[in-house]
Every structure is written in structure tokens, then in C-alpha cells.
């Protein structure tokens, strides 16, 4: 639990942008097996990376956290962008 103590919150606001580009995906009517067979790929991945490279990240957490923080930042405000338009025409 140590090692990955530094991590735990980029961990927590990850899995929100998980749901978010899940919920883009439906929205933009992508086949479902298919994201979700791209979704687990990229699951393990991730999981081998992390597995494998946490002793190296260890001394690179800071960084990591905030380019990290900053990506999820930046597609949760994409995500709020594109569904403007679908806001506005659902009052209308």
C-alpha cells in the first residue's frame, strides 16, 4: 500500500475518466463490444505497466500525477464541451 500511496488519487480520478470517455462512447453511439474489448486491452496494459514500473515511477510520482491529473482534467472538459450542444437542444 506504501508504493502505491502517491498514486491514489491520480487511481480514484482515473477511474472518473473511465466512466466518462465510457459514457462519450455510448453517446457517440460506438459499438459496445468493441469499446469494450478496447477498454479491458488498454486495462491490462496498464496494469502490466504499473506492475513492472512502479519501482522506476516511484522517483517520477510527482510528475506523473500531474501530467496524469492534467490529461484527466483536460478530457473531462472535453467531454463537458461536446455535450453543450446536446444540453442546449434538449431546453429548446
Request: aromatic residues 10%; charged residues 10%; glycine residues 10%.
Amino acid at each position: 500500500m506504501q508504493e502505491i500511496r502517491p498514486f491514489l488519487a491520480l487511481i480514484v480520478f482515473g477511474n472518473i475518466e473511465n466512466l466518462i470517455l465510457a459514457a462519450q462512447g455510448v453517446a457517440a453511439h460506438v459499438n459496445p463490444l468493441g469499446l469494450a474489448i478496447l477498454s479491458l486491452i488498454a486495462v491490462v496494459c496498464w496494469l502490466a505497466i504499473g506492475t513492472f514500473g512502479t519501482k522506476v515511477a516511484m522517483k517520477y510520482a510527482r510528475y506523473i500525477n500531474f501530467i496524469g491529473g492534467l490529461a484527466i482534467f483536460i478530457l473531462g472538459l472535453q467531454a463537458i464541451i461536446e455535450a453543450i450542444p446536446g444540453m442546449l437542444a434538449f431546453f429548446h
